[in-house]
């Protein structure tokens, strides 16, 4: 994969045409519409809701790091899924992977197939058992690799041709790599999706989701349905995004060798029952994620060996904070069963290990040695708050 240049179009992204002030900083123009010289004539700006400078200022930069033709920034990663689902309608057929994040779960199961959508939730790790899946009807495969939060890897490159040959669309939620880990687009896919939310905002402050396009149908198809939908990201927010994306690769490093420690250390705990990080070489996804990727991120899901555990982790953290959300700076530990996959049914979450054991870790940039230190203090601590 090539990475040449990614540090610096994360600092200094899409160089705009319309501020001559010499700002390094790019502006925040924090205004709903734009006034016209006259009639016929535009600034290329109309309507904040159609576009707006510094929100175009970091689609282009997104873009640029997915290396896409271009992107469309929204009020949240659900909301860039809930315009995306409206390129499809009533006899489509999409194939997803059975262990998405949750809302996109429940955006499908709900909403979509209250539209008529019909959707087959498998293990699109096996190439396979997709292949046989498809139908005429099929117009897209969904995935997310690794997935949320059980960390199965599905191989893109071979996912996208089965999606060409048979004239589907290959849509990849890219939030748990961002493209300074995996680019989708380059292995063929052709709609990246992103929680902007978690590693490309990078701070737990800014909701944000991103659609990264590579054809010119898709983009002008996704701008009409982003401009009717009305769900995008707002000047301040694009620029919280636009500060956050300066440092995504000094982030991501950090968080990755982080996370290499505490997975190892979580594989040593006796009350740690198994570790799902795509960086420990006995994971199956492992030489995928090699092929596909070049680094592991910094997500980890682990279970322990009793609920009772997995509470009194919860409930005395001190440093790692008990709450839903990834890929900031500071570190999260999350409770899926009861967060992201609470409208889950409970025995489709069972099936897939979402079980009362199951937590997920979300590495920040504290020392290593203070988040095993409060994790060790969390576990000792006897009884709970
Ligand atoms: N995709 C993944 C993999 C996520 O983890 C999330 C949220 O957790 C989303 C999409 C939805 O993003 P948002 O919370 O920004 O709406």
Redesign the pocket.
């Given at each position: 994969m090539d990475q040449r240049g990614f540090y610096t179009k994360c600092i200094h992204g899409y160089k705009n045409s319309y501020d001559n002030t010499g700002a390094v900083s790019v502006p925040i123009y924090q205004s709903a519409t734009f006034a016209h010289h006259g009639l016929g004539e535009s600034t290329g700006f109309d309507y904040s809701r159609l576009s707006n400078p510094t929100r175009e200022h970091l689609e282009k930069t997104v873009a640029g790091l997915e290396g896409g033709l271009d992107a469309i920034a929204f009020s949240?990663?659900?909301a860039a899924s809930t315009t995306l689902m409206e390129m499809f309608r009533q006899g489509d057929h999409i194939i997803a992977s059975e262990d998405l994040?949750g809302?996109?779960l429940r955006l499908f199961n709900v909403l979509s197939r209250k539209k008529g959508i019909d959707f087959d939730f498998i293990d699109t790790g096996d190439v396979d058992l997709l292949r046989s899946r498809v139908r005429k009807e099929t117009k897209a495969i969904f995935i997310?690799t690794p997935t949320?939060p059980m960390m199965h890897v599905s191989d893109i490159e071979q996912i996208s041709e089965v999606a060409k040959g048979n004239d589907a669309l290959l849509i990849v939620?890219n939030?748990?790599m961002t493209p300074w880990f995996q680019k989708p687009l380059d292995l063929g896919a052709d709609i990246v999706l992103h929680?902007g939310?978690?590693y490309l905002g990078g701070h737990n402050d800014t909701?944000?989701?991103f659609l990264v396009l590579n054809s010119q149908e898709h983009l002008d198809e996704l701008r009409y349905l982003a401009k009717t939908v009305g769900a995008c990201l707002s000047p301040f927010d694009s620029w919280l995004i636009l500060r956050g994306i300066k440092t995504l690769p000094l982030r991501l490093e950090s968080q990755q060798k982080t996370a290499l420690i505490l997975a190892e250390w979580l594989k040593k705990q006796e009350w740690v029952k198994k570790v799902y990080y795509i960086g420990l070489p006995e994971h199956p996804g492992h030489e995928i994620i090699k092929r596909q990727a070049t680094g592991f991120s910094g997500m980890i899901s682990f279970s322990v060996s009793a609920r009772d555990i997995a509470e009194r982790l919860l409930n005395n953290i001190k440093l790692i904070q008990f709450a839903e959300?990834?890929g900031g700076v500071e570190s999260l530990l999350t409770y899926p069963m009861t967060q992201?996959h609470a409208d889950v049914p409970e025995e489709e979450r069972r099936k897939k290990g979402i079980n009362d054991c199951l937590l997920r870790l979300s590495v920040g940039l504290e020392d290593p040695s203070d988040l095993i230190a409060d994790l060790k203090q969390a576990f000792e601590l006897p009884g709970g708050k």
């Open positions: 949240s990663g659900m994040y809302g996109s997310e949320n939620d939030t748990f929680s939310t978690k909701l944000a989701g959300s990834l992201t």
